[in-house]
């Protein structure tokens, strides 16, 4: 596609569920970041794969959480026993080669646990 | 830690008038700088960056932000605003050493309202 593509675009889970969100990054790029954007804030850095390794999962608030791109081209951020402090955006953005370079970002996922 | 703060939360202007939002860091090395903008209903994507060369960077529709190290700031700018430029406008660091890392930290963004 044109761009980067999450889905879904919102997603309403009951605590302590299971979910996970999915990433569609611009075809033939190399990096792909995954950030957490809470209400009022900036997105906050989770994680970086490059191709299929994951770089960076420093930003990772939890071992509940967990990111996966095994083919380095579509990835899931999955979400287990999810909590109401997980309530935010999801972004997933993508670039040719690597963060100092312009990220193309998705639309998000707009988690809310209740 | 690295921290990127913009101390403008919330803006709004009457259109024709001049923006200047601010953007302060903390570190003390070498960095690349970026300002993002998210219109209402959109994605964010880049409005300009700078690397390296003249502290004075041109970005898309108009804006353009300075780089002065010594404040170890990155103030975002424009002469005159529009209505369309409504939008959230987030400023962020990508410190390197030893090489460029690999992650953007943001502040957290100044919403800039423009009545007509």
């Known amino acids: 596609g044109a761009g980067v593509s999450q889905s879904p675009r919102y997603k309403v889970a009951k605590r302590g569920q299971d979910v996970a969100l999915r990433c569609d990054p611009i075809s033939g790029h190399v990096s792909l970041f995954w950030y957490q954007q809470a209400l009022g804030q900036g997105p906050e850095f989770l994680t970086y794969?490059?191709?299929?390794?994951?770089?960076?999962k420093s930003g990772l608030p939890s071992d509940r959480f967990f990111a996966e791109r095994p083919e380095g081209s579509v990835s899931t951020l999955k979400i287990q026993r999810t909590q109401q402090e997980d309530s935010a955006v999801y972004l997933c953005?993508?670039?040719?080669?690597?963060?100092?370079?312009?990220?193309?970002f998705g639309s998000g996922t707009q988690l809310s646990v209740l | 830690a690295q921290s990127v703060s913009q101390h403008n939360h919330h803006v709004i202007l009457s259109e024709a008038a001049s923006l200047e939002l601010g953007c302060n860091y903390s570190y003390g090395g070498t960095v690349n700088l970026f300002w993002y903008v998210q219109y209402p209903g959109q994605h964010l994507q880049l409005l300009l960056k700078y690397f390296s060369g003249d502290p004075l960077v041109k970005g898309i529709k108009g804006f353009e932000a300075e780089f002065i190290k010594s404040k170890f700031s990155f103030n975002l700018r424009k002469p005159s605003v529009q209505w369309s430029d409504t939008a959230e406008y987030f400023c962020?660091?990508?410190?390197?050493?030893?090489?460029?890392?690999?992650?953007?930290?943001f502040g957290t963004g100044t919403l800039l309202a423009v009545q007509p």
């Open positions: 953005a993508s670039s040719l080669r690597r963060a100092n370079e312009k990220l193309f």
């Open positions: 962020a660091v990508n410190a390197l050493y030893g090489g460029a890392t690999n992650k953007l930290i």
């Open positions: 794969f490059q191709n299929e390794a994951q770089l960076d």
